[in-house]
Nanobody, 123 residues
């Protein structure tokens, strides 16, 4: 599985962006699709996650402003970001958790990251 993230850019506070993460295979069977972000000097943090059987979780800091969604037909996960704030500026990474199978057919947990897309928010 490979992930290709895009959609970052420079916006002013209050504006919107939509990030996209194209997955190299069907996302129908991927357990969790998520977006993380990492600002300079800070740890990577979860922004939003869509987990099969559990639903959607958001970081408190983005609730009501960000929306994660999947388009299974396009193998794509989106992060719609509205009312952006300067503190939202970071490199955003998409992430997939899924079950892979080793050479013996044994299921193993797997995680893959996209390459990151930079979001800059000016005040």
């Amino acid at each position: 599985v490979q992930l290709q993230a895009s959609g970052g850019g420079l916006v002013q506070a209050g504006e919107s962006l939509r990030l996209s993460c194209v997955v190299s295979q069907s996302i129908f069977r991927i357990n969790t699709m998520a977006w993380y972000r990492q600002a300079p000097g800070k740890q990577r943090e979860l922004v939003a996650a869509d987990t099969f059987g559990r639903g959607i979780d958001y970081a408190d800091s983005v609730k009501g402003r960000f929306t994660i969604s999947r388009d299974n037909a396009k193998n794509t996960v989106y992060l719609q970001m509205n009312s952006l704030k300067p503190e939202d500026a970071a490199v955003y990474y998409c992430n997939a958790d899924y079950i892979a199978y080793d050479s013996l057919g044994t299921p193993v947990a797997a995680r893959v990251w996209g390459q990151g897309t930079l979001v800059t928010v000016s005040s």
